[in-house]
């Protein structure tokens, strides 16, 4: 399991015990009115109505103590649907679309960590910047440089040469999200990709490429991610809807990357 200090955690499911009827014609056996009735009615994933009710509760608080406009009256009605889906289990709009991440042969919950590719986003940005491929590489696999350029990041600790645990902030007024990741692909000064670890809240595997142009004093950099966001597709629309789309937040952080790198003559180390 992925090392937490602090922010949302995650806990394997309880096991459900079911006890099993038979009526009186003898035919077979039913599961009782707490088993596979409540289960099928279902469509969220454990780990998923965690993460809403924390998110839902966080917009509601936020929306209490700002004062009444449209974006506070927006953040409570997405708080009240957000933990209705988390006490529930259910989401509507995952019934329309035919989505369902309550899925019994999801691993996660027994240490094995995946991104899942039939709800996983995948987000790729890239830009050029007026520095050498080796200047930016250096810049970036100092991993607690990362919380200078990137927003949503808080901190970011080195626990040794691979692994680093990360503390992410979400959306305004909820909780901030922590995990630790691995370095799986280097070659310097071309390419670092990594992927979080086993238990993470937030699955995801990414990677930034620094490829250089005629003149090698200009790179192309590019970063590709592949995440489940929190509180699933539907959390996805929510952080749009309030400013806080990931592929946005990348873009703006390639460009203050961009502006860091071109206004300074040495890389930090």
Request: glycine share 8%; with cysteine; charged share 25%.
């Amino acid at each position: 399991m992925a090392h937490m200090r602090g922010g949302i955690r995650t806990t394997p499911p309880e096991r459900r015990h079911r006890t099993k009827h038979t009526n009186i014609s003898g035919s077979r056996a039913q599961e009782g009115s707490h088993g596979t009735r409540e289960d099928t009615s279902k469509n969220v994933g454990d780990k998923e109505r965690l993460i809403s009710g924390l998110i839902g509760g966080g917009l509601l608080l936020h929306s209490f103590r700002s004062p009444f406009s449209g974006v506070s009256a927006l953040k409570a009605l997405f708080g009240m649907a957000l933990v209705q889906r988390s006490f529930t289990g259910r989401c509507p709009a995952y019934g329309i679309l035919g989505m369902n991440t309550h899925d019994r042969t999801d691993t996660s919950s027994i240490g094995r960590s995946k991104v899942h590719s039939n709800r996983a986003l995948k987000i790729e940005r890239s830009i050029t910047i007026q520095r050498s491929a080796k200047d930016l590489y250096a810049f970036w696999r100092q991993l607690d440089n990362l919380p200078t350029i990137m927003s949503q990041v808080r901190t970011v600790e080195p626990l040794d040469d691979r692994r680093s645990h990360w503390v992410i902030n979400t959306l305004p007024g909820a909780p901030t999200v922590e995990w630790d990741a691995e370095i799986i692909n280097e070659i310097e000064p071309e390419r670092i990709g990594w992927k979080t670890l086993e238990g993470a809240t937030v699955e995801h595997a990414g990677s930034v490429q620094f490829s250089p142009l005629k003149d090698e004093r200009q790179t192309r950099v590019t970063v590709t991610l592949q995440y489940d966001p929190p509180a699933g597709a539907i959390g996805a629309a929510i952080a749009e809807l309030l400013g806080q789309e990931p592929g946005q937040k990348i873009a703006r952080d390639l460009e203050r990357f961009k502006e860091a790198m071109e206004s300074h003559t040495t890389v930090s180390q």
